[in-house]
């Protein structure tokens, strides 16, 4: 950054003299370099004896670089090639403009090995302390070119000492400052800032203004940081309480080497660190080896010293990088917790830090007392919804808790009654998980993806946002928000609909820097921030999403009714049963390599989407090469799971797979299925068009018409085997067969005086009557009720019945009905009538019935007469 006099015009002709500006030339980033002054028109490397890291935060602060971190030694940057400016920079204070700094030229002398000015900024920007010290005081923001108050209503521990790294000014020991630092007037930003603890800037925590309470002038935040006289700190760690352990001496971080680290020297570091107690000492492995300057070796401590300047040390010059003793530690302090895998914060499978490991925690009695806790552990406010069965995918590693009972009241989850750490009965597909009620997500409902009425998720419900006040830059961050392109306007037709959900926000402004609407300024939340329906705001984007973009977290596969199966697709086939396999995970979709690929991983597959059984497991990309992560190798799945999920694998960061070696799957058949497609599933043809019918279908199909065949043919076969056995039974029984005969006999002479019926009715009135009265004895027994003939009445077995009583010349009105049901059975169209009639003998329509009444008598009388002489 060049700040040119306002005395001066450049041109072509003309070359000022005096100062010119200040540059950082061949540094690694734009805030690290060598010292270069333009002077006179020309640059050259700033030559200063007098160069300290007061001059360097200066300096770091007017470029907008920060602060200064460090002044490295003269060997780095290399040397400039042209012109040596030897001169002295001063400021004497941190507001004045570069150009109002005295420059003393000394001429262009060779500059002495060192006295080069050189420095590393911090390279962030937007935050300090004020009405305090340089390391303490009250916390000021800048948006733009306004420095404002930060209200203190989100502020905490693990964001002020990313604030106090910023400014390097060690860790933060206190916010607790009451009144102190508090007097002034001036904006009141309300950003909350969202850290780990590791971040290295705060702009580089997740900020949320969007909806934050508004704070008077003195409920701003304020902190006091440890400074760097002799301070430590804990680099490379998941936290600030562990990691590779490195100490300020004269304003350079330096390494600590020992050859006999140990739990004791470990205590002194957590405790100068505000870290609880030392849960391990280390050694790095190579990987992890510091390289640099090194200002601790052979350090011997009792364990109780406040400081590790106070325990026995020795000072050691620098030494060849990569030396085997740096020594790490891992404090009590060092425990915390995340939510893994929802894209944003605020929802997802909840894992915990301990012993510096990242570990889940089961689902066995995981309810929302539970998620409560986590929620407000996280400053997520509360929980609406516990997950269970790894909703938000399965975690690997150590399963940390089990059985946690939580009332609700506890400040961490670790506070709560469970098993002792590491003790489970569960396995991953048991992760817990928490939806919080401080989870946003943004979309637009009624049109596209890109256009349509505006709405938010907060509080575990969708909701409009009210248009008061809204401008287009507003509309335009909206759409960058959304990846909808760059440019977009508020539509003012409405032709998207009203809503009917809560109305959360209103007055929404964003500025140029905003790249999402969660950075914007904002009403509070509140239920009704409209006043109508007509408030609400409607948005059309220039842009359009890519088909390829993930969805969003409030839709799937990270909504609270998200399914494994809509975390699963396949891509690049015909339909939705053939293609590449992918998953999504951690809020992206990718693919799956396709080392140990086999059948049994295609069937769960193939069974999870709901197309049946794997034709075939393809490997090598067989639907063309995948684009992202690839998230799984060696999969190993028996067959028989109900999702991928269940199957052992081995989790892959594209490390030992490329996309050429993409897992794809070809499915036999679709099963129909009432759930709808997720947006991130390829779009499916009609089932007419789509749907195969499996080898194992078919060979089923077949199998059972051939079963039917064989029990059809076993019935008739038993048929005919109990008819045959019941015509044996007959030639035994002399009463029987007499009866038979004698009927046959009398009918046959009956049949002579008629007319219209057939010969051969005697043969099979004989057979027929057997048959039925065979069934009535034989299955039914005595007494029982049959139901062998269409006509009512069941005359031949009770006919029989009476043979067998021999009934005398009173029961004619029965031998009338025997008559009647022989008659009746020759014509099969004429049974069929009367089978849909009470049957009569007076019935007109039977063209035999003039006949039957005139041979009624003699039949009558013959038939019981021969009936009496047998019973003799």
């Not at 200063?48 to 907008?64: E, S, T």
């Not at 194992?696 to 019935?715: F, Q, R, T, Y």
Request: glycine share 10%; proline share 4%.
């Amino acid at each position: 950054m060049l700040h040119h006099s306002k005395t001066c015009s450049h041109d072509a002709t003309v070359v000022c003299s005096g100062y010119g500006g200040y540059r950082l030339a061949n540094g690694s980033t734009t805030c690290s370099g060598r010292v270069e002054l333009l002077y006179g028109g020309t640059w050259g490397t700033l030559c200063d004896y007098l160069w300290d890291l007061p001059a360097a935060n200066a300096l770091c602060q007017q470029l907008d670089c920060g602060v200064a971190l460090l002044i490295p030694d003269g060997q780095s940057f290399g040397k400039g090639n042209g012109s040596v400016w030897n001169s002295t920079f001063s400021c004497k204070k941190n507001g004045s403009r570069l150009r109002d700094c005295p420059v003393t030229v000394l001429g262009h002398d060779e500059c002495p090995a060192g006295k080069d000015a050189r420095v590393v900024c911090s390279g962030c920007t937007g935050g300090r302390l004020v009405n305090g010290t340089r390391c303490s005081g009250r916390v000021e923001i800048r948006h733009g070119d306004m420095w404002g108050r930060l209200c203190r209503s989100h502020w905490n521990l693990q964001a002020a000492s990313v604030l106090c790294h910023q400014l390097n000014c060690g860790y933060a020991k206190s916010i607790q400052t009451g009144d102190r630092f508090v007097d002034g007037n001036g904006p009141v930003w309300r950003d909350a800032f969202h850290c780990e603890g590791t971040e290295s800037c705060l702009w580089d925590c997740a900020q949320v203004t969007l909806g934050n309470p508004t704070c008077s002038a003195r409920e701003a935040a304020t902190v006091i940081c440890s400074g760097l006289a002799e301070s430590l700190r804990l680099s490379g760690g998941e936290s600030r309480c562990d990691g590779r352990v490195e100490i300020s001496l004269h304003g350079m971080w330096s390494r600590v080497l020992d050859d006999d680290w140990d739990i004791k020297d470990a205590h002194v570091v957590c405790r100068q660190l505000q870290c609880g107690i030392a849960k391990k000492a280390y050694y790095l492995p190579r990987s992890e080896r510091g390289t640099g300057l090194v200002g601790l070796r052979s350090v011997h401590c009792a364990g109780n010293e406040t400081q590790l300047m106070l325990c026995k040390t020795s000072h050691s010059q620098t030494v060849p990088t990569g030396v085997a003793e740096d020594v790490g530690v891992i404090c009590s302090g060092s425990r915390q917790i995340r939510l893994v895998n929802g894209t944003k914060r605020c929802a997802g499978r909840v894992e915990l830090y301990h012993d510096g490991i990242w570990g889940t925690v089961c689902d066995d009695n995981w309810d929302i007392a539970d998620a409560n806790v986590v929620c407000k552990q996280l400053e997520c406010g509360h929980a609406i919804k516990a997950f269970v069965s790894a909703h938000y995918g399965e975690g690997s590693g150590q399963i940390w808790l089990d059985d946690v009972n939580c009332s609700g009241a506890e400040s961490d989850l670790w506070a709560c009654p469970s098993r002792a750490w590491g003790q489970h009965n569960c396995h991953h597909k048991e992760d817990a998980g928490v939806l919080c009620s401080e989870f946003l997500a943004l979309r637009l409902v009624n049109g596209n993806d890109c256009a349509g009425r505006l709405e938010v998720f907060y509080n575990g419900t969708w909701g409009s946002i009210c248009s008061n006040r809204m401008s287009q830059l507003t509309a335009i961050t909206v759409c960058k928000h959304l990846n909808c392109g760059e440019g977009g306007k508020i539509a003012r037709d409405f032709k998207y609909g009203r809503g009917s959900g809560p109305t959360w926000l209103d007055h929404i402004e964003c500025t140029e820097q905003h790249s999402a609407l969660w950075q914007c300024q904002s009403d509070p939340w509140d239920p009704q921030s409209c006043d109508n329906r007509a408030e609400e705001t409607h948005i059309s984007c220039t842009g359009r999403k890519e088909t390829t973009t993930p969805a969003t977290f409030a839709e799937c596969p990270n909504s609270t009714s998200c399914s494994d199966r809509e975390k699963l697709r396949v891509i690049g086939g015909e339909d939705g049963c053939s293609g590449r396999v992918e998953i999504w995970h951690q809020g992206f979709w990718g693919t799956v390599c396709d080392d140990s690929w086999d059948m049994a991983d295609a069937n769960v597959v193939c069974r999870q989407l709901g197309c049946g059984s794997a034709a075939s497991a393809l490997s090598e990309a067989a639907f063309g090469e995948g684009t992202g992560p690839i998230w799984l190798e060696k999969v190993h799945c028996k067959g028989t799971e109900l999702s991928l999920w269940d199957c052992p694998t081995k989790p892959l960061f594209g490390k030992n797979c490329d996309h050429k070696e993409d897992a794809a799957v070809n499915c036999s058949g679709m099963t129909e299925t009432t759930a709808s497609p997720t947006r991130a599933d390829p779009p499916r043809h009609p089932a007419t068009n789509t749907m195969r019918i499996s080898t194992p279908v078919i060979l089923c199909i077949i199998l059972g018409a051939l079963l039917c065949l064989v029990l059809a043919i076993l019935a008739g076969q038993i048929r005919s085997a109990r008819a045959q056995q019941r015509g044996s039974r007959l030639s035994y029984d002399p009463f029987s067969e007499a009866v038979y005969e004698e009927i046959d006999y009398n009918l046959k002479r009956e049949k002579q005086g008629m007319t219209g019926l057939s010969d051969s009715y005697s043969e099979s009135s004989k057979t027929k009557a057997q048959f039925y009265s065979w069934d009535s004895n034989e299955e039914n027994g005595p007494g029982a009720t049959q139901e062998v003939s269409p006509l009512p009445g069941n005359i031949l077995e009770d006919g029989y019945d009476d043979v067998t009583e021999a009934p005398g010349p009173k029961d004619a009105s029965l031998s009338e009905q025997n008559k009647q049901e022989i008659i009746g059975i020759p014509e099969e169209s004429d049974r069929n009538k009367d089978s849909q009639t009470d049957w009569s003998p007076n019935v007109s329509g039977n063209k035999n019935s003039e006949a039957e009444k005139d041979s009624s008598p003699a039949l009558e009388n013959t038939g019981y007469d021969d009936i009496e002489e047998l019973g003799h």
